[in-house]
């Protein structure tokens, strides 16, 4: 078995009456890409929510190699390794697409945004945007404001930015949410890219089940704010839980959430 990255133990977070997670306990290992599925409302956004920080839990903790983070803040989190995106983009639409990822490498470096210091002086960094830019395939949209691109492509700019922090775990919430259909086989052949390429450690909140079966090493079924089950797409697909949870026992199929 790979390196444990980020364990939960029995993971709790009560808004009022409801539990929202309830005595959730995953372990996501080293170099694998591990999906979160689950109908709507089942706790999916609020448990990334948990682990990246933005929520405090009720109960139960956060480990991330080996060290106890439940306290911490968004920021040391991301410091320490991990990385995150999130349904709707965020990027600065006022500043170009090379600035978005370059102030997101300052960031990574430490060199922040100096205010009398032109970007000239950090060549690394230039090359290393620019780079991105070509991996993300927005290498002729350097320039262009952030703001003036489409969606599909703002989306493809934040996966950018995020890599940009060579984190050890990468958290993709629902990366292709209000993408045109057309758009979707491109960032599926980025994600694969990224996981090829980059021996990243994957964790994705996703309802387009091709993608899932595709890139998905585990995949992990929330329901009601609880773990359902977990295994390869293939045995979750067929569960007989599984799919009552998503259509009262229909099929599971690339349109469900």
Request: hydrophobic content about 40%; proline content about 3%; glycine content about 8%.
């Amino acid at each position: 078995m790979s390196e444990t990255l980020i364990e939960t133990k029995n993971l709790t977070i009560n808004f009022g009456g409801l539990k929202a997670v309830n005595n959730v306990s995953i372990s996501i290992h080293k170099g694998l890409f591990t999906t979160i599925i689950g109908p709507n409302g089942a706790g999916k956004t609020t448990l990334f929510n948990l682990i990246s920080g933005l929520l405090q839990p009720t109960e139960g903790t956060v480990i991330f190699k080996g060290t106890d983070i439940t306290r911490l803040s968004p920021m040391q989190r991301v410091a320490m390794g991990i990385g995150r995106s999130f349904q709707l983009t965020n990027v600065f639409p006022t500043l170009t697409v090379h600035e978005n990822i370059r102030l997101a490498l300052q960031a990574k470096n430490r060199t922040g945004y100096r205010i009398f210091t032109s970007y000239k002086r950090f060549r690394s960094l230039e090359e290393a945007a620019t780079k991105l830019l070509e991996d993300v395939l927005l290498h002729d949209r350097g320039n262009f404001l952030a703001g003036s691109l489409n969606h599909g492509e703002q989306r493809k700019l934040e996966l950018a930015m995020v890599l940009a922090l060579k984190p050890d775990v990468l958290l993709l919430d629902e990366p292709t949410a209000g993408m045109a259909l057309e758009e979707v086989p491109t960032m599926l052949e980025l994600l694969e890219k990224t996981k090829k390429e980059q021996d990243n450690t994957i964790l994705l909140i996703e309802h387009k089940m091709d993608l899932v079966t595709k890139l998905s090493d585990t995949v992990i079924v929330l329901v009601n704010g609880s773990v359902l089950t977990r295994g390869t797409a293939a045995e979750v697909s067929e569960d007989p839980e599984v799919l009552k949870a998503y259509l009262g026992g229909g099929i599971l199929n690339e349109t469900t959430a």
